[in-house]
């Protein structure tokens, strides 16, 4: 079968149920051809409740998606089948997309909390928008959309903050909980992560939004801070947040509020257990959105 080509299309062809044990030698096979990417589609299994990283399970057959710039010829069908031990094949047609663009569309101005809009770089602020995060995201995570990051916003919108209180986010992302924290008075706020793009983002967000005289970013491990903070904010899987326990609680002022976030409710009961009531926090405030919890402790 022969698919008709233009300058904006590329061809994805899935093979199927090819052998395990000839993975490396299918994947040569399609380079050889002119592929520019091959990519297999795995399955995962968690079953450990206290972590959050799943395991990726293997199977002797599988199928396997190859990616060419225009059709790869008959000789390549006639060929692999030949060498390989494959039952059947599909060819797609698929449209070229400039992704960043396409997800652009869809991110527009909203408010996040009362009186305060996300506002993305290349959008106009609304008329009744009186506080505004600009935000460009880039290729970090965290533009305000996800629910983890609302409940954040909105446990800290509602909060008994004094503007001689300090924070420190742990793993800012784009740094827009930071920034936000900026808005809602608090005039000390560190942003951390230990990716390098991350930083670049959430530096550019701080200038953007004219915030840098309360908001430092800074590329750190919690585990390698030694000063204290009235406010901790970790928007993190519930996995890492019980990892990192100890090095949260270490950086908590006696008397401090921990702001957590992306804690899914079916691991809500072992993490209150694990991460809550074992070290005697008392529970000021939970929140639910979909299926995550964020919740406002105090120590």
């Known amino acids: 079968m022969t698919l008709s080509m233009n300058p904006s299309t590329y061809v994805?062809?899935?093979?199927?149920?090819?052998?395990?044990?000839?993975?490396?030698?299918?994947?040569?096979?399609?380079?050889?051809?002119?592929?520019?990417?091959?990519?297999?589609?795995?399955?995962?299994?968690?079953?450990?409740?206290?972590?959050?990283?799943?395991?990726?399970i293997?199977?002797?057959?599988?199928?396997?998606?190859?990616?060419?710039?225009?059709?790869?010829?008959?000789?390549?069908?006639?060929?692999?089948?030949?060498?390989f031990q494959i039952s059947d094949y599909e060819e797609h047609l698929e449209q070229e997309k400039d992704w960043l663009e396409e997800w652009k569309k869809g991110y527009e101005p909203f408010e996040i909390v009362q009186d305060i809009w996300i506002v993305p770089s290349w959008c106009t602020a609304p008329l009744n928008a009186k506080k505004i995060i600009w935000m460009e995201p880039g290729m970090a995570f965290g533009t305000g959309t996800?629910?983890?990051?609302?409940?954040?916003?909105?446990?800290l919108s509602s909060a008994p903050i004094e503007t001689s209180d300090n924070m420190l986010d742990v793993g800012t992302g784009s740094g827009v909980l930071a920034i936000l924290a900026a808005h809602l008075g608090i005039n000390n706020i560190v942003g951390i992560d230990i990716d390098k793009e991350s930083l670049r983002v959430a530096k550019d967000n701080v200038l953007k939004n004219s915030v840098q005289e309360f908001v430092d970013i800074s590329i750190k491990d919690v585990s390698e801070l030694s000063d204290q903070y009235t406010w901790v904010v970790a928007n993190i899987i519930d996995g890492v947040l019980l990892k990192i326990k100890l090095d949260l609680l270490k950086v908590l002022k006696p008397g401090g509020y921990l702001v957590l976030s992306g804690i899914l409710e079916e691991r809500w009961p072992a993490f209150k257990k694990e991460f809550i009531e074992t070290e005697n926090l008392k529970i000021i405030e939970c929140k639910q959105k979909g299926d995550w919890i964020g919740v406002l402790l105090n120590a």
């Open 12 to 56: 994805r062809v899935t093979l199927k149920n090819c052998l395990r044990e000839q993975e490396e030698e299918i994947t040569a096979f399609c380079f050889d051809y002119g592929a520019l990417g091959v990519s297999e589609a795995l399955k995962f299994e968690q079953n450990d409740p206290a972590n959050y990283q799943p395991l990726t």
């Open 146 to 155: 996800h629910e983890t990051t609302q409940l954040v916003a909105e446990l």
């Open 58 to 83: 293997f199977t002797d057959v599988f199928s396997l998606e190859v990616f060419f710039q225009t059709h790869p010829g008959d000789i390549f069908y006639q060929e692999i089948y030949k060498k």
